[in-house]
C-alpha cells in the first residue's frame, strides 16, 4: 500500500493567493483527518470525515479555510485568501474506523509570503 | 480546555539508557492514550496505543504506562539507539473521537 499521499510537498505563495491542499487516503480507510503543525501551536486538528461527511470542522480556524471530500479516495483543503500566519505544515490522516490508529501522510509544507 | 502536556525541553541519553518520556493529561479523561514518533520532515507515526483500564503495554523495547489516578503516561524505550532520536507525540482521544496531540519531546540518543 502506497500510503497516505499528499500534494504538493511544498507550497510557496504570496498573500491573498487561493492554495488547494490534495489528500489521498489509504484505500478502504473511511475517516480521514486534516492537522496543521507549527512550533508555538504544535499539531492540530482542523476538521474531520467520516464515510465522506465532515463530522467536526470546529478546528477550522476561519471561513478562509474550507475542506471537502467528494469521494472516499480523495479530500481538499483548502485556503482563500492565504495569509502569512497560514504558513505552517499540513498533515493529512487516515484510519479504517475514529477509533483506531491515524496513518499520516508525508504532509505539506506551506510558506506564505 | 482539554490537554495533553508534554515536557517541551529535549531529553538528552547516552545510547544503551533508558529513556523515560511522560504525558500528562488535563480537563478530560481519555478513553486511550496513543503514542507516536515523528521524524524531521515526515509525519508523525504510530507506536503504541494504551486504553485507561489497561496499566502498562509493552512492544519490542517499548513500554507505555497509564495512570488514570495522576492523569499521566509514561513511555519508556530501553537499550536506547542513536536510531531512537526523533520527536514523541502523545496523543488521547476524547468523547468525540479527535484525537488531542501534545507538543511532543525531542529524544537525542548519543551514541
Known amino acids: 500500500d502506497a500510503g497516505v499521499i499528499q500534494s504538493p510537498r511544498h507550497e510557496v505563495t504570496e498573500m491573498g493567493q487561493e492554495v488547494t491542499l490534495r489528500c489521498k487516503p489509504i484505500s478502504g480507510h473511511n475517516s480521514l483527518f486534516w492537522y496543521r503543525q507549527t512550533m508555538m501551536r504544535g499539531l492540530e486538528l482542523l476538521i474531520y470525515?467520516?464515510?465522506?461527511?465532515?463530522?467536526?470542522d470546529s478546528g477550522m480556524p476561519e471561513d478562509r479555510f474550507s475542506a471537502k471530500m467528494p469521494n472516499a479516495s480523495f479530500s481538499t483543503l483548502k485556503i482563500q485568501p492565504s495569509e502569512p500566519r497560514d504558513s505552517a505544515v499540513y498533515f493529512c490522516a487516515s484510519n479504517g474506523g475514529l477509533q483506531e490508529t491515524q496513518y499520516f501522510g508525508p504532509g505539506t509544507r506551506l510558506l506564505v509570503l | 480546555s482539554q490537554k495533553i502536556e508534554q515536557n517541551s525541553e529535549a531529553l538528552n541519553i547516552q545510547e544503551g539508557k533508558t529513556a523515560t518520556l511522560t504525558c500528562n493529561y488535563t480537563?478530560?479523561?481519555?478513553?486511550?492514550l496513543q503514542w507516536y514518533r515523528q521524524d524531521p520532515g515526515r509525519g508523525p507515526v504510530f507506536l503504541l496505543l494504551?486504553?485507561?483500564?489497561?496499566k502498562e503495554k509493552r512492544k519490542e523495547r517499548l513500554k507505555v504506562t497509564f495512570d488514570t489516578t495522576l492523569k499521566q503516561s509514561l513511555f519508556h524505550i530501553t537499550a536506547s539507539q542513536p536510531a531512537d532520536s526523533a520527536t514523541y507525540l502523545c496523543a488521547g482521544m476524547d468523547s468525540s473521537y479527535k484525537l488531542i496531540f501534545g507538543s511532543g519531546t525531542r529524544l537525542l540518543v548519543r551514541p
Open positions: 470525515f467520516n464515510n465522506n461527511v465532515p463530522i467536526d
Open positions: 494504551i486504553r485507561e483500564n489497561e
Open positions: 480537563n478530560y479523561s481519555p478513553a486511550y
